[in-house]
């Protein structure tokens, strides 16, 4: 497989890259992933290596940072909510909140001092932090560099000792300098997503491959966010569409999901679904969509609009993904569903106006940065031969 994108102007090796992340939710990982791809790519250095911080944890903690907001996220999104308003105050809860985490990360800390980086670079704001602390302290020189993986910039990603920001949008920016961040300390890249999504694939060929038919419109419904009985309100109302359509409906690691899914009769009707199970191809299944239902995480997000998915908001989070909503609605890439028995009705009136349908697509792939990951390693290219030029 050939990548055609263009190398920085300076080519610089770097000895050791380390990506930090941590498995709060899936995008924090897979940003990570596509920042590791990117430099091993690029070939940018000697060694790349990705690490989720709350494998350095202990059980406790792991349970309390990470599943802890996967229960808000299925039970209680409202709580989530209003946590993510509460502490979206900057500076006001740094002190209290990085000790109880310096508490427990102690392996994390050492791992970091014995593999030696040039570079830090940060997915998640954990990591950041604790990085930004021990920098304060002078007990860690590598560079730090954060990169944002929402639309929207949470008062939980400001860190006091950093190199560089890399954000999704100009209004973050915005917010940093705000702030009083130097602009020279920040760069709007995009969320990093897969090399693969800037990868031009043809409809046609992507919508043969997987048994689909070549002529209907087509629906990507990304199932991970709802409940059984949300699914099956969804499908009820999908089955209302006059229109002939075809749904791939994606229902991740959750196999029983998929049985019933497959189990369920469609005969008669004028919706054909078709169960997809956990896939490393979901770029060619976006290939084949024209629409996107569900909810807008950063990732997600950014990976359909690489694809110039337009979006229907479905079940968004409070919080992060709310706001992600309101750029994709700013931006006239997606439409919103408040009401999952209205779903069918929002989608036939969009799918039977070919004309707003095809502007939409446009938005999207305007709003789109599908480069995103390899813009992040050819700028930190750029600072560290700089920097390296000025120490010499």
Same mark, same amino acid.
């Given at each position: 497989?050939?990548?055609?994108?263009?190398?920085?102007?300076?080519? @610089?090796? @770097?000895?050791?890259?380390?990506?930090?992340?941590?498995?709060?939710?899936?995008?924090?990982?897979?940003?990570?992933?596509?920042?590791?791809?990117?430099?091993?790519?690029?070939?940018?250095?000697?060694?790349?290596?990705?690490?989720?911080?709350?494998?350095?944890?202990?059980?406790? @903690?792991?349970?309390?940072?990470?599943?802890?907001?996967?229960?808000?996220?299925?039970?209680?999104?409202?709580?989530?909510?209003?946590?993510?308003?509460?502490?979206?105050?900057?500076?006001?809860?740094?002190?209290?909140?990085?000790?109880?985490?310096?508490?427990?990360?102690?392996?994390? $800390?050492? #791992?970091?001092?014995?593999?030696?980086?040039?570079?830090?670079?940060?997915?998640?704001?954990?990591?950041?932090? &604790?990085?930004?602390?021990?920098?304060?302290?002078?007990? #860690?020189?590598?560079?730090?560099?954060? !990169? !944002?993986?929402?639309?929207?910039?949470? *008062?939980?990603?400001?860190?006091?000792?950093?190199?560089?920001?890399?954000?999704?949008?100009?209004?973050?920016?915005?917010?940093?300098?705000?702030?009083?961040?130097?602009?020279?300390?920040?760069?709007?890249?995009?969320?990093?997503?897969?090399?693969?999504?800037?990868?031009?694939?043809?409809?046609?060929? #992507?919508?043969?491959?997987?048994? /689909?038919?070549?002529?209907?419109?087509?629906? #990507?419904?990304?199932?991970?966010?709802?409940?059984?009985?949300?699914?099956?309100?969804?499908?009820?109302?999908?089955?209302?569409?006059?229109?002939?359509?075809? $749904?791939? *409906?994606?229902?991740?690691?959750?196999?029983?999901?998929?049985?019933?899914?497959?189990?369920?009769?469609?005969?008669?009707?004028?919706?054909?679904?078709?169960?997809?199970?956990?896939?490393?191809?979901?770029?060619?299944?976006?290939?084949?969509?024209?629409?996107?239902?569900?909810?807008?995480?950063?990732?997600?997000?950014?990976?359909?609009?690489?694809?110039?998915?337009?979006?229907?908001?479905?079940?968004? &989070?409070?919080? +992060?993904?709310?706001?992600?909503?309101?750029?994709?609605?700013?931006?006239?890439?997606?439409?919103?569903?408040?009401?999952?028995?209205?779903?069918?009705?929002?989608?036939?009136? /969009?799918?039977?106006?070919?004309?707003?349908?095809?502007?939409?697509?446009?938005?999207?792939?305007?709003?789109?940065?599908?480069?995103?990951?390899?813009?992040?390693?050819?700028?930190?290219?750029?600072?560290?031969?700089?920097?390296?030029? +000025?120490?010499?």
């Amino acid at each position: 497989m050939s990548y055609s994108y263009s190398y920085a102007f300076f080519v @610089f090796m @770097f000895r050791r890259i380390l990506i930090l992340s941590a498995s709060v939710g899936n995008g924090h990982v897979t940003a990570a992933e596509a920042l590791k791809r990117a430099f091993e790519i690029k070939g940018l250095a000697d060694d790349v290596r990705h690490e989720d911080v709350l494998k350095f944890t202990n059980p406790l @903690f792991h349970r309390l940072y990470g599943d802890a907001y996967i229960g808000l996220v299925n039970t209680m999104p409202e709580v989530l909510g209003w946590m993510y308003d509460r502490f979206d105050e900057p500076w006001k809860n740094e002190k209290r909140r990085l000790f109880f985490e310096k508490l427990n990360t102690r392996p994390f $800390v050492k #791992m970091v001092h014995e593999y030696d980086p040039d570079w830090i670079i940060c997915t998640h704001f954990l990591p950041s932090e &604790i990085i930004s602390d021990l920098k304060a302290k002078k007990k #860690m020189t590598a560079p730090q560099a954060i !990169v !944002v993986t929402d639309f929207d910039m949470h *008062a939980l990603w400001l860190c006091r000792h950093y190199e560089h920001y890399f954000v999704a949008l100009e209004e973050t920016r915005a917010y940093l300098e705000s702030l009083g961040s130097p602009p020279e300390k920040i760069t709007v890249s995009g969320i990093p997503i897969d090399p693969k999504f800037a990868e031009a694939k043809s409809r046609d060929a #992507m919508r043969a491959k997987y048994g /689909l038919e070549p002529e209907l419109p087509t629906v #990507m419904l990304s199932l991970g966010g709802f409940g059984v009985g949300r699914i099956d309100t969804l499908l009820d109302s999908l089955r209302s569409v006059k229109t002939p359509l075809q $749904v791939l *409906a994606m229902c991740g690691k959750n196999d029983e999901l998929k049985t019933k899914l497959k189990r369920l009769s469609f005969d008669g009707d004028l919706l054909r679904v078709k169960p997809v199970g956990y896939t490393r191809d979901m770029d060619e299944y976006m290939s084949a969509s024209d629409l996107i239902v569900g909810k807008p995480g950063g990732l997600t997000t950014c990976e359909a609009l690489a694809k110039g998915l337009v979006f229907v908001i479905a079940n968004p &989070i409070p919080g +992060q993904e709310e706001r992600n909503s309101d750029h994709l609605l700013e931006q006239g890439a997606a439409i919103r569903s408040n009401n999952p028995r209205t779903l069918g009705y929002k989608l036939e009136q /969009l799918i039977n106006d070919p004309q707003r349908l095809n502007t939409m697509r446009s938005n999207a792939l305007k709003f789109a940065r599908p480069k995103a990951a390899f813009d992040v390693a050819d700028t930190l290219n750029i600072l560290e031969t700089t920097r390296r030029r +000025q120490l010499a």
